[in-house]
């Protein structure tokens, strides 16, 4: 089993964060045998669909480049542009075959991870320096797997040109008494399908190179177990450092609570223990919303903020606990509790309005609330 530096085992699969590092690096998964295969394969098949125009290609270029040009001899300067000109006349006859290869050559790394430009691969490394990683490389496991590799691939590929030569030996002996262009013929087929056996034998020896690659690769990047916790605090954040940014957000929320006390209508209390503020606009809302709530401290803060900008305490405790309990600070309140608290605000209105000697101050009857979810009563 893979191991750390400090001999702790890999047993963890790598992590997205991980992976994409190391991609970033440059380190991706790569399977030359695949991309030996899709090279030669699309070349082949090219062959076989585009032959006969790269075959009449070919002829006019040898046509071309073998007649005499008489008038060189009176210019031996132009040599040089008649010569490139050939080359890139023989460029052009043989362009599919180059261009089927080179899409090719970029599909292998697409199958096998992405195409990745990584700039950090630039960088010297000087580990690779290292002869006992050299050594740990060649004499290690992945050194015992490109052996494997090395005998499997003669191995099919022999096996494919002994499956091709075994059967063709008799056309190959016929082809000293057949015509020239026949023999031609006969040759090529007999080397195309040489070709076809060849590249189905790196195909195959592809097809299992290719899922090995990519298995060793996330086997190198496997996790120990306190790696991946370290990993996890770096990305979530150290358990001081999210305890200490809750803390600040309490703090912050509290102090944003305490700025809208002054805009509540009443605060109803415990009257010591509890302290809930609420505010009503008719025009605006469709029931009271909560803009303060606390307990013990808190509710001491919120009934002194209250004082201060005489805003109306009134003392229901039972309803107290359980705006409490059940509302949430900028919400509407509970349905249950709209009957209590219009009573206490149709108080807290009646007391607004009474002036000395209008009559008897208004008193508030005692709000009843079932604590235990029943209806206000």
Avoid at 3 to 8: A, H, P, T
Avoid at 99 to 110: E, I, N, Q, R
């Amino acid at each position: 089993m893979a191991e750390n530096e400090n001999g702790q085992e890999k047993t963890e699969q790598p992590s997205e964060k991980r992976l994409r590092e190391a991609r970033e690096k440059g380190d991706v998964p790569r399977s030359r045998e695949l991309a030996t295969a899709a090279v030669f394969g699309a070349a082949v098949l090219a062959l076989l669909a585009s032959g006969g125009m790269m075959a009449r290609g070919a002829l006019g270029w040898m046509q071309a480049a073998l007649t005499p040009d008489l008038a060189l001899r009176d210019a031996p300067m132009e040599l040089f542009g008649h010569t490139g000109l050939l080359l890139l006349r023989l460029m052009l006859a043989m362009a599919p075959l180059m261009a089927v290869a080179l899409v090719a050559g970029f599909a292998a790394p697409v199958l096998m991870g992405g195409l990745q430009f990584a700039s950090k691969s630039l960088v010297p490394d000087f580990k690779r320096l290292d002869p006992m990683a050299g050594l740990k490389r060649i004499y290690g496991p992945e050194g015992l797997a490109e052996l494997v590799k090395s005998l499997l691939r003669v191995l099919l590929v022999g096996g494919a040109a002994v499956l091709c030569m075994w059967p063709g030996m008799r056309l190959l002996r016929s082809m000293l008494n057949q015509p020239v262009e026949q023999a031609v013929r006969s040759g090529l087929g007999f080397a195309m399908s040489m070709l076809l056996a060849t590249a189905a034998a790196l195909l195959l020896l592809a097809a299992v190179d290719a899922p090995y690659q990519k298995w060793n690769w996330r086997r190198k990047l496997k996790m120990t177990r306190q790696e991946l916790r370290e990993e996890l605090k770096e990305v979530e954040g150290k358990p001081e450092v999210k305890g200490r940014i809750r803390q600040l957000q309490h703090q912050m929320s509290q102090r944003r609570m305490m700025e809208d006390v002054p805009t509540a209508d009443v605060i109803v209390v415990n009257p010591t223990h509890y302290a809930v503020a609420l505010k009503y606009d008719g025009g605006s809302m469709r029931a009271p919303r909560i803009v303060a709530k606390g307990v013990d401290e808190m509710a001491m803060r919120i009934r002194e903020v209250g004082e201060r900008h005489r805003i109306a305490l009134v003392s229901a405790p039972p309803l107290a606990r359980s705006l409490y309990r059940e509302g949430q600070i900028g919400q509407e309140i509970p349905v249950r509790l709209y009957a209590a608290v219009a009573q206490v605000l149709s108080y807290v209105y009646q007391l607004r309005s009474w002036r000395p000697g209008t009559g008897p101050q208004p008193r508030l009857s005692e709000v009843d609330v079932d604590e235990h979810g029943g209806a206000a009563r």
